[in-house]
């Protein structure tokens, strides 16, 4: 659970809504510490082949969250990796993408 300036944001919430743009072909979504928030909304993405990593597209994708679910709930920031770290059952490992912020 993400708190950030007293709201609780799940993160596999946030995760499914950015699985259902059309950019996006797996994401991870973790809370990271924030001076005012307390914490903010982090998004590591793997584009499908085709898309260009660009401020433009970080923007859709934040506007494409907002427009979903309830707007405090959009990724601040947006980090585009090329491959998520998974357990060897294929969970995304959330304690490697903390490391990775």
């Known amino acids: 659970m993400i ?3 007293g709201y609780n944001i799940s993160g596999p919430e ?3 809504v950015l699985l ?3 950019a996006v072909a797996e994401c991870g979504v973790i809370g990271v ?3 005012t928030r307390g914490q903010i909304v982090k998004a590591f993405v793997v584009l499908n082949s085709g898309y260009t990593r660009d401020d433009n597209l970080v923007a859709q994708l934040q506007d494409f969250v907002k ?4 707007p405090y709930k ?3 920031v947006v980090a585009f990796v090329d491959s998520l770290p998974r357990t060897e059952t ?3 490992k959330r304690f490697e993408l903390r ?3």
């Open 14 to 16: 946030v995760e499914s």
């Open 3 to 5: 708190v950030s300036a």
């Open 33 to 35: 510490p924030d001076e």
């Open 20 to 22: 259902q743009h059309e």
């Open 99 to 101: 490391t990775m912020a």
């Open 74 to 76: 959009y990724p601040r």
């Open 67 to 70: 427009n979903a679910v309830a």
């Open 90 to 92: 294929g969970k995304l």
